[in-house]
């Protein structure tokens, strides 16, 4: 089955810089990429998605970039903020695709220092 | 619309009991999942439902688990007997019909002594 690694586990950075997490995963079928975030004592919910015909995805501050070829997907946050700590998770769809079904990363616990 | 609505939001019991969790899924969503969210093992799909139907319990863990969707607009999660390794967060999550996002409940958190 679907096996999707994520990484850094942890990543602190300085408030106004860029923070990059990346995340590879197992079967080439994979059509559909969230990413979602959770913070402290909250729901996970979706910031960002892509699907597998998409190579790019911006949304004002984040940005999601595919590669399918190399089977890895990466999440991309410009001039964080403090409330971007949280921990973000990725995730992968395998098929069949109209199931919904979503395979997540272990998560990255992210650190925005003011 | 409310969201997804999970009850008990927090549940303690002891070792051996019967636990149910309740889900009310989105209105007009006909996917559901159930989720455990744990430090050690992270976000793990227990089991989905499509339309009501059980699709894939290959994550559930073991026989004391099970799930049901008795309709559209209900679901529950049952454990039985309880063990302190089920302590967990324990989230439900809908999806509507042609659509991607999944919506996640508020989750309840299990403490098993």
């Known amino acids: 089955g679907e096996n999707v690694e994520q990484h850094p586990s942890t990543l602190s950075v300085q408030e106004g810089d860029s923070a990059v997490i990346k995340c590879t995963y197992s079967?080439?079928?994979?059509?559909?990429f969230p990413w979602y975030k959770q913070e402290l004592g909250k729901r996970p919910q979706l910031i960002i998605d892509i699907r597998s015909n998409v190579g790019e995805k911006k949304d004002q501050r984040i940005a999601v970039t595919l590669n399918k070829t190399a089977k890895h997907f990466s999440l991309h946050i410009t001039e964080t903020q403090p409330e971007d700590s949280a921990v973000y998770f990725c995730?992968?769809?395998?098929?069949?695709?109209?199931?919904?079904?979503?395979?997540f990363g272990q998560g990255t616990t992210l650190q925005v220092k003011p | 619309d409310a969201g997804v609505i999970q009850s008990p939001r927090h549940e303690v019991t002891e070792m051996g009991q019967e636990v149910t969790l309740r889900c009310k899924p989105i209105s007009g969503h006909n996917s559901l999942f159930w989720y455990r969210q744990t430090m050690m093992r992270g976000l793990e799909l227990l089991i989905y439902?499509?339309?009501?139907?059980?699709?894939?319990d290959s994550g559930m863990p073991e026989d004391r688990f099970s799930a049901k969707m008795p309709n559209a607009s209900f679901s529950t999660l049952k454990i039985q007997p309880s063990e302190p390794r089920d302590s967990a967060v324990y989230f439900c999550?809908?999806?509507?019909?042609?659509?991607?996002?999944?919506?996640f409940g508020p989750g309840t958190r299990l403490t098993v002594t």
């Open positions: 079967d080439s079928a994979s059509n559909y």
């Open positions: 995730a992968a769809s395998p098929p069949p695709s109209n199931t919904g079904k979503l395979i």
């Open positions: 439902f499509n339309n009501n139907v059980p699709i894939d």
């Open positions: 999550a809908s999806r509507g019909t042609g659509g991607h996002e999944q919506y």
